[in-house]
């Protein structure tokens, strides 16, 4: 086996080294509930009745009244108006039967929520967004609390819904657990035209029928959108870890390889006997990140993965995402860091390729353990395809049949990552340059400083912004509002930077990897709310960001920066589309760096 990267084995003895109280704590939890057995054959008569008396299939409540066959739970997050989802509509019959027929009975244990951050860009609900993980990950606790599982299949796919499963699934990690995707759509309008349009749109080029055209164009499917946003890099870390099939993460729904993967994984979670707490362990974590970075992946995950690593005892840094991405090379071009889309990623090699040359690299810990069987993730370079109607294990991908798309290691995109640590008198952020030009990596302008993205689109509308500009955007992070995504700053930035204006965004919100070409500090921590610095910028003060230095500068002199006060925080206004009810969320809610996470 190839050695380890020495960079890669220094950052993973590090976490582990840092981690040991905490992660040792949690593997001896773990332990104690595995040794207590399935919980059920522990219930009283009245208990276990209550656990089988839905099972509508004789033979699955006989069995299930027996105690001895392997009970499975499944927690879906199903709904049938967002398109990632819908496809799990008929998942339960059909994992039911396949777990049926390798000896097991299977339940849907619960249901989570899984709402759509592109229905509610711009929108009230976006402030639930973020703090939907969390109830996601306690709507699994709930599900799973019955005691009565000896495994679980995961049904989830976008934003918040996969790192949320993981996160209540960790709290259950004494149970074999297998994620199952449901695939992107098929290609639609091309993203660097979606883009295109859009701009246009911001410009008061086209019409709103004429941008929502493009836009149903482009969504137009069941399936996860076919851009390499979150939800995609959801995929791409779930096979990372070792927590889906090889070769699952990207099969189009209603596919004949989709329902045999499928299967498959029903098959496997009935013979799997390593827990997931012990599969998530410091490695699975570090190969999360080199797969995060190799592929230019959604900077919300700087958010989730430090809070999945949490609930594992696990402690991942920022420093950590950086130091990796300094050696790991940037290996694929999917929008917003190229033309291309999943679709199109896949078709290239996908998750075998990338995986066989992180792991020949030694940028993989190929070691590492996963829900297929015992040779490690660098197995995974050969993944399951349909051969005669069979699901087989295919030839190692070797070679990209489109290097334009996904690169090898030998000529990558980019010789390193592309996420960088800023660090400052305003604080310390991430900056995802993997799509932002050299020369607009360093921007010196004055700031325009707002409290909401509205107010951003308003300003460029009356031509407020057609000049070198810093926008700051503050009041956007966990503590203040529940920290929603910008993306429809991203339209109008765009357009200032194709006039060619010096143009870059500080925001202690999100973007996701939606900042694309314009360089944007985002997450900024402590943020605004927290009486982080960010409320004592002004307009007009010279801000500096400098993504090669990995530096965030306010050109002010020290001894007025420091006697300025602080800028109120608006008006509270979580209020309406639900928000009441997460104010607790927002008084508890940690710091960006540490996962925005209210569990402590």
């Known amino acids: 086996m190839t050695s380890l990267h020495p960079v890669l084995d220094a950052v993973t003895r590090r976490i582990r080294e840092r981690s040991q109280p905490t992660r040792a704590a949690y593997l001896e939890r773990l332990r104690a509930a595995a040794a207590q057995g399935p919980r059920r054959l522990a219930l009283g008569c009245a208990n276990r009745a209550h656990g089988f008396a839905g099972c509508t299939a004789a033979e699955d409540k006989a069995a299930l009244r027996g105690g001895s066959t392997p009970a499975i739970g499944i927690v879906t997050s199903y709904n049938d108006m967002l398109s990632a989802h819908q496809p799990y509509g008929d998942y339960p019959e059909r994992l039911k039967a396949a777990v049926r027929a390798a000896g097991g009975v299977a339940q849907v244990a619960g249901g989570v929520p899984a709402m759509c951050d592109g229905v509610t860009q711009g929108e009230p609900g976006m402030e639930l967004s973020l703090f939907s993980r969390e109830v996601i990950a306690m709507g699994t606790a709930v599900a799973l609390s019955h005691g009565t599982f000896d495994g679980v299949l995961c049904l989830g796919v976008c934003d918040k819904i996969v790192p949320g499963l993981l996160i209540g699934a960790l709290s259950f990690g004494h149970l074999p657990t297998v994620f199952v995707p449901a695939g992107p759509m098929p290609s639609g309008l091309p993203n660097k035209e979606k883009g295109r349009i859009r701009q246009q749109y911001a410009e008061g080029k086209l019409d709103k029928d004429a941008l929502l055209e493009a836009e149903a164009a482009s969504y137009h499917a069941p399936g996860t959108c076919t ?123 996908g998750m075998a390729f990338l995986i066989g040359e992180l792991a020949d690299a030694g940028l993989l810990h190929g070691d590492a353990a996963t829900v297929w069987e015992d040779d490690g993730i660098a197995a995974y370079r050969r993944p399951l395809r349909l051969e005669g109607g069979e699901l087989v294990r295919g030839a190692a991908v070797r070679e990209s049949l489109d290097p334009a798309v996904l690169a090898p290691v030998a000529s990558p995109m980019a010789a390193e990552g592309g996420l960088r640590v800023l660090s ?130 306010v050109l002010v002199d020290d001894a007025e920066w420091t006697a300025r006060p602080l800028a109120d925080a608006p008006a509270d206004a979580g209020v309406g589309c639900g928000r009441e009810l997460f104010g607790v969320f927002r008084r508890v809610v940690g710091s960006a760096e540490a996962g925005a996470s209210v569990f402590g």
Not at 253 to 277: F, H, K, S, W
């Open 227 to 349: 851009f390499y946003g979150t939800a995609n890099s959801n995929q791409m870390l779930v096979e990372m870890m070792g927590l889906h099939l090889p070769g699952s993460s990207f099969a189009n729904p209603g596919t004949a390889l989709r329902d045999a993967l499928t299967d498959a994984a029903a098959r496997r979670v009935v013979a799997l006997r390593a827990p997931i707490g012990e599969i998530v362990d410091e490695r699975a974590i570090v190969n999360a990140v080199v797969g995060l970075l190799a592929t230019g992946g959604s900077t919300n995950h700087t958010l989730h993965l430090p809070a999945i690593a949490a609930a594992a005892g696990i402690a991942l840094t920022w420093e950590d995402f950086a130091e990796l991405s300094a050696v790991v090379p940037l290996l694929a071009r999917v929008y917003p860091n190229g033309s291309a889309d999943v679709n199109h990623f896949e078709a290239a090699g």
């Open 424 to 553: 400052g008198p305003l604080g310390r952020a991430v900056v995802k340059v993997s799509a932002v030009k050299p020369d607009h990596r360093v921007i010196e302008a004055p700031a325009c400083v707002f409290t909401d993205q509205e107010s951003v689109q308003a300003a460029f509308r009356r031509g407020e912004l057609h000049r070198d500009v810093v926008v700051v955007v503050r009041f956007q992070g966990p503590k203040a509002n529940g920290m929603p995504e910008l993306h429809k700053l991203t339209p109008p930035l765009g357009v200032l930077q194709d006039l060619g204006h010096r143009v870059a965004l500080v925001t202690d919100g999100r973007m996701s990897g939606a900042s694309g070409k314009v360089p944007a500090a985002i997450h900024v921590t402590p943020e605004a709310a927290a009486g982080g610095p960010l409320g004592r910028v002004r307009d007009g003060d010279i801000l500096r960001l400098d993504a090669e230095r990995g530096t965030l500068e």
